[in-house]
């Protein structure tokens, strides 16, 4: 079974050749350079981008893959969520394709590809499903921020979801009010390793409550307001280490703390962890220290934390194997899918 995905949801152009299971080819074309001098993603220019980068990052996917459009057996991509205009791309180019080519075609929600990520694993990549048991999963990127019951392949819930801000949108807007460049996230996090232990304790958003929800505006505004009473950190590069340190901390902490709470409230000992955010390093370290507590913690590899068609095709692969219905190929977009 050979599937071509593509992903177009923000602002990265993917496309990757999934075969029985192994990923492999797996294309990405990234427009930070293009967004970081207007502090994030334009949507207009994000179209344009994929409108110019697909037709060869879709032949440059089949050509490392060795496979030509008559050796498919369906084409997928990303239906939503994400920008209306970056989803239209890589939607209706695929639609046409599988079209063309007389393929079923699948339209993929681009969070519950994220719940598949984890399990790509390997050189060549391959999904791996052999330790697969029933887990919390956490979602955690710039956009959003979830965590979701993961009861088998096929069924999952939604615990709670970002009120306001995600982590990563945090990250970013606070690395604005710093001066940072975009995205913000991975500076933070470098910064943050030569910190000292000096550096400031903000509140956390939410971390004793019940529910399964997350909140980081509140603790964006926090930053605001030390930032606006100790002006003079912000010339002072130790003082700069410690405030991201302070941050990525209460971050973490609260991501940690619901995670794990809700993993145990529902007497389950396997966590996962995608998204862009997942990318990040104290978190990183945070999360896989509960594999030595008896816990199992999966984190998607760097490549696959970040929008990739990879997973695409692992998931339009894993509904085939299923037995789920193709998508119609007059299909539309959803914009704002949310994951069931």
């Known amino acids: 079974m050979t599937i071509l995905a593509l992903e177009t949801s923000c602002d990265e152009t993917s496309a990757a050749v999934v075969r029985d299971g192994i990923v492999r080819s797996n294309v990405v074309s990234s427009q930070v350079r293009l967004h970081a001098e207007y502090g994030g993603v334009v949507p207009e220019l994000a179209a344009r981008e994929h409108l110019k980068?697909?037709?060869?990052?879709a032949r440059a996917a089949l050509a490392e893959a060795n496979v030509s459009p008559a050796?498919?057996?369906?084409?997928?991509?990303?239906?939503?969520?994400?920008?209306p205009t970056a989803l239209l791309i890589g939607f209706k180019a695929a639609q046409s394709f599988a079209f063309a080519l007389r393929k079923p075609f699948f339209g993929i929600n681009h969070h519950e590809a994220h719940l598949f990520s984890p399990w790509i694993t390997g050189d060549p990549p391959k999904a791996d499903f052999k330790g697969f048991q029933p887990h919390v999963s956490l979602i955690v990127s710039g956009g959003h921020t979830m965590l979701v019951h993961v009861e088998s392949e096929t069924k999952h819930r939604v615990l709670g979801s970002t009120l306001d801000d995600a982590a990563g949108e945090c990250f970013d807007k606070v690395g604005k009010m710093l001066g940072l460049p975009y995205p913000a996230g991975p500076e933070i996090d470098r910064l943050a390793r030569s910190a000292n232990h000096a550096y400031p304790r903000f509140p956390k958003p939410l971390i004793h409550e019940k529910n399964d929800d997350f909140s980081f505006s509140g603790l964006k505004t926090s930053v605001r307001y030390f930032l606006r009473d100790h002006p003079e950190i912000l010339d002072d590069r130790q003082e700069l280490c410690n405030l991201c340190a302070g941050l990525q901390e209460t971050i973490v902490d609260v991501l940690n703390s619901k995670t794990f709470r809700a993993a145990d409230r529902l007497g389950l000992r396997c966590v996962t962890v995608s998204g862009g955010v997942a990318c990040n390093s104290g978190l990183r370290d945070r999360f896989l220290a509960a594999n030595?507590?008896?816990?199992?913690?999966?984190?998607?590899?760097?490549?696959?934390?970040?929008?990739?068609?990879?997973?695409?095709?692992?998931?339009?692969?894993?509904k085939l194997i299923h037995g789920a219905a193709p998508a119609a190929v007059d299909d539309e977009i959803k914009p704002g899918w949310v994951l069931a």
């Open 53 to 57: 980068n697909l037709l060869p990052v």
């Open 71 to 83: 050796d498919l057996d369906a084409v997928a991509a990303t239906q939503g969520p994400g920008l």
């Open 292 to 318: 030595k507590l008896g816990w199992t913690v999966r984190f998607a590899e760097n490549r696959f934390c970040t929008d990739n068609a990879a997973m695409i095709g692992i998931l339009a692969e894993r």
